[in-house]
């Protein structure tokens, strides 16, 4: 079993600044990707942003420029720097990681979600 939790979110002004972790342990051979996602309230869950275990990364259009993935594959943990902060950056994130177990088996894993609040 794998656990995945998420931390670092909060409440921050238009403008600030906020940095998540995405911190997975458990049976854990190696990490093909490691992704965030975020969902507001009424509206469906979206891709913000993704790395992979060579270091590629990819970014929503919205977040291209002000938000930074990064991860440590030593510690299993991914980052979400997220500068210029817009109120609509406001919702629940969701960080998704895509585990290989080993001997041809793998899975993605959830984390619970961190909240961030940003105010105008």
């Known amino acids: 079993q794998v656990q995945v939790v998420e931390s670092g979110g909060g409440l921050v002004q238009a403008g600030g600044s906020l940095r998540l972790s995405c911190a997975a342990s458990g049976s854990i051979f190696s990490i093909n990707a490691m992704d965030w996602y975020r969902q507001a309230p009424g509206k469906q869950r979206e891709l913000v942003a993704g790395?992979?275990?060579?270091?590629?990364?990819n970014y929503a259009d919205s977040v291209k420029g002000r938000f930074t993935i990064s991860r440590d594959n030593v510690k299993n943990t991914a980052y979400l720097q997220m500068n210029s902060l817009k109120p609509e950056d406001t919702a629940v994130y969701y960080c998704?990681?895509?585990?290989?177990?080993?001997?041809?088996?793998?899975?993605?894993?959830w984390g619970q979600g961190t909240q961030v609040t940003v105010s105008s």
């Open positions: 998704n990681v895509d585990v290989d177990h080993g001997l041809g088996y793998g899975s993605d894993y």
């Open positions: 790395i992979t275990i060579g270091g590629s990364t």
